[in-house]
């Protein structure tokens, strides 16, 4: 029994080693059966999400304003007055706020990415989005026109490019 773990043991830590050491091998090991089989478990297992991935290099950002009572609003965040919350208070319902947030931003956006602007807000994760919007930014009052603005953040050259941005009466 002890050799089985002693084997198992060093299979594992030659494996850990391996998957560490993948990106300094030479090009050719990276090229073999055993490097690509160890860059697809290094993807499994998430290895790479903090340095290679691209969404670890990007950051979104959303913003929104109300027309009400014959004006508009100043524009306010969407995502990050509620992760300030979370990171002082520790409360976690705020987090929660905010991934779904940002969830609905996003599957708002690909529905704009793939069926246009007017498809999207006629879809049921635009309403769903709005209602949220309102209801938890709004106090739960329908504003006369909504604007929503969705920017994406390159961390490496600080640009912030606009992908989204739209009003809407609803």
Not at 33 to 61: N, P, Y
Not at 80 to 100: I, M
Not at 133 to 140: A, K, P, S, V
Request: glycine letters at 4%; charged letters at 25%; proline letters at 3%.
């Amino acid at each position: 029994m002890k050799r089985f773990i002693t084997i198992t043991t060093g299979c594992v830590f030659l494996g850990y080693i391996m998957l560490m050491a993948l990106p300094i091998m030479p090009a050719f090991f990276q090229n073999s059966f055993i490097g690509k089989t160890t860059k697809k478990a290094r993807i499994a297992l998430g290895f790479t999400v903090l340095f290679i991935s691209k969404s670890a290099s990007v950051s979104k950002s959303v913003s929104y304003r109300f027309y009400q009572k014959g004006k508009w609003q100043q524009s306010q965040l969407l995502l990050e007055p509620f992760f300030d919350h979370y990171k002082t208070s520790g409360d976690f319902s705020s987090l929660k706020h905010c991934r779904l947030d940002s969830y609905l931003m996003m599957e708002v956006y690909a529905v704009y990415k793939h069926k246009g602007i007017e498809k999207m807000l006629k879809s049921d994760v635009y309403s769903e989005f709005k209602s949220h919007l309102f209801y938890r930014h709004n106090q739960d009052t329908k504003p006369d026109s909504l604007e929503v603005s969705y920017y994406i953040k390159d961390s490496k050259t600080k640009r912030l490019n606009l992908l989204l941005t739209f009003k809407d009466k609803p």
